[in-house]
């Protein structure tokens, strides 16, 4: 069975870095076509795609917070980590993993979801 | 303001049928890529529903359907039950700048 799950802190001040991980099991970071995508939502907002990790370590990310986000792994961990500079209120967020793959050289859709992790950027 | 268009909010009847459109561009589902579909409930993380722009995961009931056409998709959903009501959103990919995965806004479902 195929889970992920997200961890980190759930409140930052105004210009921190968060830093959040994404434990998965029931697959390998290293197998060809598994990838690992972090996930945001707003509260009462819509998702937006942040980045992306593959199996070869190639990394992908949203062109609006590239400078800020960065994705790498730990594959002796079975982790995937984000870390987004200077946060703001508009921040605040449920932060999801998921996992993405690729077939056939096309990426395919995002299957299974983390159960997702609330980050409040406050004061 | 999303990549992709979807109506803010649909509501039906139980047992009638709805449509959800997701209307995109020419690099994104006019290009050719696929649209995937995933339902929200309130509070939990949102679950694949329709992938390939058509096809359902194992344990999806068929009352779920999706089509695609130029530069839009629809999900339909038929004999709407109460469980249905939820957010749906539709994902592609944008090959526009350096290129990324792209969901609509949303459309809040709600079963009268």
């Known amino acids: 069975q195929v889970t992920l799950r997200e961890s980190g802190p759930a409140l930052l001040k105004p210009t921190e870095t968060l830093t959040l991980t994404c434990t998965v099991s029931?697959?390998?970071?290293?197998?060809?076509?598994?990838?690992v995508s972090w996930i945001r939502q707003s509260p009462g907002k819509a998702l937006e795609w942040l980045a992306l990790?593959?199996?070869?370590?190639?990394?992908y990310y949203t062109t609006s917070q590239k400078t800020r986000l960065t994705i790498s792994r730990d594959t002796t961990k079975n982790q995937v980590v984000l870390t987004m500079t200077n946060m703001d209120p508009v921040d605040t967020a449920t932060y999801y993993c998921?996992?993405?793959?690729?077939?056939?050289?096309?990426?395919?859709?995002?299957?299974?979801w983390g159960q997702g992790t609330l980050v409040t950027v406050s004061p | 303001q999303s990549v992709l268009t979807q109506p803010s909010s649909v509501s039906g009847a139980p047992g009638q049928r709805v449509t959800i459109s997701c209307t995109g561009s020419?690099?994104?589902?006019?290009?050719?890529?696929?649209v995937h579909w995933y339902q929200q409930v309130p509070g939990t993380a949102p679950k694949l529903l329709i992938w390939?722009?058509?096809n359902r995961p194992s344990g999806v009931p068929d009352r779920f359907s999706a089509s695609k056409s130029g530069t839009s998709a629809s999900l339909a959903i038929t004999g709407l039950q109460a469980e249905d009501e939820a957010d749906y959103y539709c994902q592609s990919y944008d090959s526009s700048l350096s290129g990324s995965w792209v969901f609509g806004g949303g459309t809040k479902l709600t079963v009268l």
């Open positions: 029931g697959f390998s970071l290293k197998t060809g076509g598994m990838c």
């Open positions: 020419s690099s994104n589902i006019g290009a050719g890529y696929d």
């Open positions: 990790i593959d199996w070869d370590d190639k990394k």
């Open positions: 998921t996992r993405m793959s690729m077939v056939q050289g096309i990426f395919r859709w995002f299957d299974p």
């Open positions: 390939g722009n058509a």
